[in-house]
């Protein structure tokens, strides 16, 4: 598994906290290698630099969710291939962070029908900040031709595969992707298996409270079989998932814990209370940035 894309979440990590924000280096996109994983026939997962990919292909077509960055379009084009698979036919959008969506001009222009929730085609249109890393206006042809607010549902290649908006947590937009037949589920951002704490991006409309009922619905619909593909990381299972709803929750009952106690967010950060939850020390998100973020996420949801 590639681990590259810790390097963009270690700056993201870094504005959080409100330290100064790491010089960003370019990847070296020629020395990137794209590479996929098989999960079940005609389904497997793409890995480069970016979100993982979730690829889907056989004689009705073929269908991606996530598209990486553009510099790597034509490298993931020639994976698809490799897998005996036609060039994409649809492509599912699990959010719009520029890791995920990057590579949506290029597979628009290709002829991709691109598909998304709502909120991700006004983020996509608008442009934004995402923690320290400009995203212009996304052209035309970036963005998503058929948007729904909970779901839409494809039948391909023999299976049904289920696309919902469970309200999101790590953006407004989010959603996650289930093959019935195949039993697999793609989360998005909304899990990052083995990366410590979740990035919550409140200038996206994330939010941590809602990241946990967004989880417990994910959880909902998978066993023990499920292949999980998460938004980066390496392929997991239920078990996996449910550790990592439990972390958040876990966490945010100790913050909150520290605000209704009265203290100040920079009493909450000091008292380090998410001390021996990360699964990741040198994770995406440090533990000052992750209290910060469930704090702002109680005040946003105050009642
Ligand atoms: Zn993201």
Redesign the pocket.
Known sequence: MNYRPIVFISAIALSLAGAAIAQQQEPDWDAIQVAAIPIKPGIAVITGNG?NIGVSYGEDGTIIVDDQFAPLTEKIQATIAGLGATPVRYLVNT?W?F??AGGNENFGKAGALIVAQNNVRTRLAAGGLVAGNTSPPAPKAALPVVTYDRGLTFHLNGDTIDVFHTGGG??DGDSVIYWRKANVLHTG?MMMNGAGFP?I?LSSGGNALNLVRSLDQAIAITNADTVIIP?HGPLARKDDLIAWRGMIATSIDRVKGLKEAGRSLEDAKAAKPLAGLSNNPNGFVAEDAFVESIWRSLEAQRT
């Open positions: 979100g959010h962070h890791d995920h790590h953006t951002d990035f991006d938004g």
